[in-house]
């Protein structure tokens, strides 16, 4: 059983939106009502329907850091945005089309970094299109808890990414030598795109997003050698 704990006036949660209008009503409710993060920053992605709207109703009620970009930049640029803008230690990052969002999730996502088990916690939704436990693309997850210090030096690169956003933080820690876990939220519902659009259009955005991943790990590759190189550099003079 998780131990939880308070994270009150320690973490922030970061949500970015593009085109989630049927959506994110319920996932900042979700996530506020959690009561379990100090500052909620909800980056509006240069949204073409009324997602910008529906996030400026709620801040009516709800105390949320509301950051409306005039066009579309990329999930890498939103997510960096989030993170420059974020007040706390810890973030976690949360998908905007997920919903059954709880307390419990939000402290398994980030128990093992507060608690020094983990530099990066991975959440795996029950509910999606493949099963957590055979997932190959587990490691792309959205739903992710991590310090804000080990992210600043690479929130330039995240900017450009795009949806190699996920692969760039991955080579990052990977590079870094961090520890990364992975954990399973039960009765968290992750939609796939075919669900949320057209058959054409996910397809689409399925080639769209392979293409960024590729690219960012092509042009990072060079980043995680010269890192790891430098490392048993550092451990071969210190046992000389």
């Given at each position: 059983m998780i131990?939880?704990?308070?994270?009150?006036?320690?973490?922030?949660?970061?949500?970015c939106a593009y085109n989630e209008q049927k959506r994110i009503a319920r996932i900042l409710n979700e996530v506020y009502e959690t009561h379990f993060f100090d500052e909620i920053i909800v980056i509006n992605d240069g949204s073409k329907d009324n997602t910008g709207e529906l996030i400026k109703e709620?801040?009516?009620?709800?105390?949320?850091?509301?950051?409306?970009?005039?066009?579309n930049k990329g999930k890498g640029f939103a997510m960096a945005k989030g993170a420059e803008l974020a007040s706390n230690k810890y973030l976690v990052f949360v998908d905007a089309d997920l919903s059954n969002f709880t307390t419990e999730h939000a402290n398994k996502l980030l128990t093992p970094v507060v608690s020094g088990n983990a530099d990066m916690v991975l959440g795996q939704p029950s509910k999606t299109l493949i099963r957590p436990e055979i997932n190959p693309f587990k490691s792309l997850s959205g739903q992710r808890a991590l310090k804000k210090i080990d992210i600043l030096p690479i929130l330039k690169?995240?900017?450009?990414?795009g949806y190699g956003v996920e692969t760039l933080i991955n080579m990052h820690f990977k590079a870094k030598n961090k520890v990364v876990e992975y954990v399973y939220l039960k009765n968290l519902a992750h939609p796939t795109k075919f669900k949320k659009t057209t058959l054409h259009k996910a397809i689409i955005e399925f080639i769209m997003e392979g293409y960024q991943i590729v690219v960012t790990t092509f042009s990072n590759t060079i980043m995680a050698v010269n890192l790891t190189k430098d490392r048993v550099l550092n451990i071969l003079s210190i046992n000389n």
């Open positions: 131990k939880h704990i308070n994270m009150k006036l320690k973490s922030t949660a970061i949500i709620f801040k009516k009620t709800g105390d949320i850091v509301d950051v409306q970009l005039p066009r690169k995240m900017e450009t990414v």
